[in-house]
T-cell receptor, first 115, second 118 residues
């Protein structure tokens, strides 16, 4: 079974706080890709990162960082010093190497950053 | 980066009419396009996968006669919601990929189309 779980439905923080969005996945395949997308109120999905299953190196991009741990099947996303513009719904997604690119999305986490 | 457009961005129609939504890859040739549906405050649900020149593959539970998908060229796929009813009101998002030429296994998403059926 393939599944992506984002247990946090909604998170509310005050500007400048750090926030971590959790993502746990289930798969039997050894070759897969994980993604994070941001969906602001306008609705358009914004690609944030892609990780393949053989690359467990953590990544940092500005205020964003990702922690991929195969041992716990998790791919968590941290925003440092959050800003109001970070308010959006964030989706974690999974696809397999040989599944023609079908994405399995988590339920999404709605992040609200208050000034 | 690769750009995908959708038209219209929003549409309101009467119950019983059909609505066509276009998805175009503007600067690359998309061998595969995907159609998703998203209800308010919900996740994206894959409806179907379409490959250029062949019939779409629908996910379980999606009515193929209701949601007609055509992928006639490498840059255009259309989704037609036939005899639309209020329960078809939703946000429809397409994505496109060339699987290999740009970035393997990456999809580029359109901005979405909000359909409201009265």
């Amino acid at each position: 079974a393939q599944k992506v779980t984002q247990a946090q439905t909604e998170i509310s923080v005050v500007e400048k706080e750090d926030v971590t969005l959790d993502c746990v996945y289930e798969t039997r395949d050894t070759t897969y890709y994980l993604f994070w997308y941001k969906q602001p109120p306008s609705g358009e999905l914004v690609f944030l990162i892609r990780r393949n299953s053989f690359d467990e190196q953590n990544e940092i991009s500005g205020r964003y960082s990702w922690n991929f741990q195969k041992s716990t099947s998790s791919f968590n996303f941290t925003i440092t010093a959050s800003q109001v513009v970070d308010s959006a719904v964030y989706f974690c997604a999974l696809t397999h190497y040989n599944q023609g690119g079908k994405l399995i999305f988590g339920q999404g986490t709605e992040l609200s950053v208050k000034p | 980066g690769a750009v995908v457009s959708q038209h219209p961005s929003w549409v309101i129609c009467k119950s019983g009419t059909s609505v066509k939504i276009e998805c175009r890859s503007l600067d690359f040739q998309a061998t595969t396009m995907f159609w998703y549906r998203q209800f308010p405050k919900k996740s994206l649900m894959l409806m179907a996968t379409s490959n250029e020149g062949s019939k779409a593959t629908y996910e379980q539970g999606v009515e193929k006669d209701k949601f007609l998908i055509n992928h006639a060229s490498l840059t255009l796929s259309t989704l037609t919601v036939t005899s639309a009813h209020p329960e078809d009101s939703s946000f429809y998002i397409c994505s496109a990929s060339d699987f290999g030429k740009i970035t393997y296994n990456e999809q580029f998403f359109g901005p979405g189309t909000r359909l409201t059926v009265l």
